[in-house]
């Protein structure tokens, strides 16, 4: 805080007739430069922190978007073998991070931050990093399981092979739905 001293030399008389003191102490309010630079720190530190959750924040709806569109896909090939009585797969490419329904000729794709990993039957495994999850036409599956991740995050796609059930699961440490 600054100090500011005003004098008036004694010979000043207030409203009531007494004298005013010869130099009268006067506090005039302002911040000094440390002060200034330390509120700005703290402003700079909030803002790092706001950014830094919602970089974290993107990358896990990013991974819950695309888990959410496998099973979509999943649920849809299921559901197109008990309409159409037919073995319906979804085909899942490792090395291109994509995807694709046997019954469309439309090829998803993942972004490249994102891992993938098949676990299904040997025959469903073709040496060209690609795997199948095939459903049949009373609904059950080679059945298996799909989990992405990014960073900390990771989704796990479970297909159950009797009834050919679809549950995705939030395995990381992120978020939970």
Not at 5 to 31: I, M, N, V, W
Not at 59 to 69: G, H, M, Q, Y
Not at 74 to 85: C, D, F, I, N
Request: glycine share 10%; aromatic share 8%.
């Amino acid at each position: 805080m600054m100090h500011q001293f005003r004098c008036s030399g004694g010979k000043e008389k207030t409203a009531d007739g007494l004298r005013r003191a010869p130099c009268a102490l006067s506090l005039s309010s302002g911040f000094t430069l440390l002060e200034l630079v330390v509120v700005l720190f703290i402003v700079v530190l909030g803002f790092s922190m706001i950014a830094f959750n919602l970089s974290a924040g993107r990358e896990s709806a990013e991974l819950r978007a695309a888990a959410r569109d496998i099973v979509s896909a999943l649920r849809y090939a299921r559901g197109q073998a008990l309409l159409s009585h037919q073995q319906t797969t979804v085909t899942l490419d490792l090395g291109e991070n994509s995807y694709w329904v046997s019954s469309r000729d439309k090829v998803y794709g993942l972004p490249d931050s994102i891992d993938i990993t098949l676990v299904t039957a040997q025959d469903e495994l073709t040496g060209d990093g690609q795997g199948n999850i095939r459903f049949f036409a009373d609904g059950s599956s080679t059945g298996g399981r799909v989990t992405l991740e990014q960073g900390n995050f990771a989704w796990r796609i479970d297909i159950n092979w009797l009834t050919g059930q679809i549950d995705l699961d939030d395995t990381g440490d992120g978020d939970h739905e």
